[in-house]
């Protein structure tokens, strides 16, 4: 499990440097998608609910699609958007954002 020579030591610290940033960059992107997903989320609670709703086809509807979105898997999201904008950090953020709403 650990390696037995200090150059096999110094090879793995160099290789941290690399994972430190990909590790920021997953963490910013959780950060941004939970935030979107969460002001997205907060209207669409109000108007699915039943005693705020001003109609009630429109609470059906929005649960309805919001049940929908649940049910689709997150790698499906970020595939589509991938296939809209490209890969990096900004397609995981939406779609992680579209998954928590």
């Known amino acids: 499990m650990l ?3 200090h150059a096999e030591w ?3 610290w160099q ?3 690399t994972l430190r940033k990909a590790l920021n960059e997953t963490i910013q992107m959780a950060i941004v998608g939970t935030t979107l997903g969460a ?3 907060f ?4 108007l699915a609910a039943r005693t705020t709703s001003l109609l009630r086809p429109l609470s059906v509807a929005i649960k309805t699609f919001l049940n ?7 790698i499906l999201y ?5 296939n809209v904008i490209g890969l990096g950090a900004p397609a995981g953020a939406l779609a992680i954002s579209i998954e928590r709403s």
């Not at 209207?43 to 109000?46: E, H, I, Y």
């Not at 929908?68 to 997150?74: F, L, Q, S, T």
């Open 3 to 5: 390696p037995k020579s």
């Open 10 to 12: 110094s090879e793995d």
């Open 15 to 17: 290789y941290a440097g």
């Open 39 to 41: 002001l997205l989320a």
């Open 43 to 46: 209207p669409l609670s109000f």
């Open 68 to 74: 929908i979105g649940r049910a689709i898997p997150i």
């Open 78 to 82: 970020a595939l589509m958007i991938c």
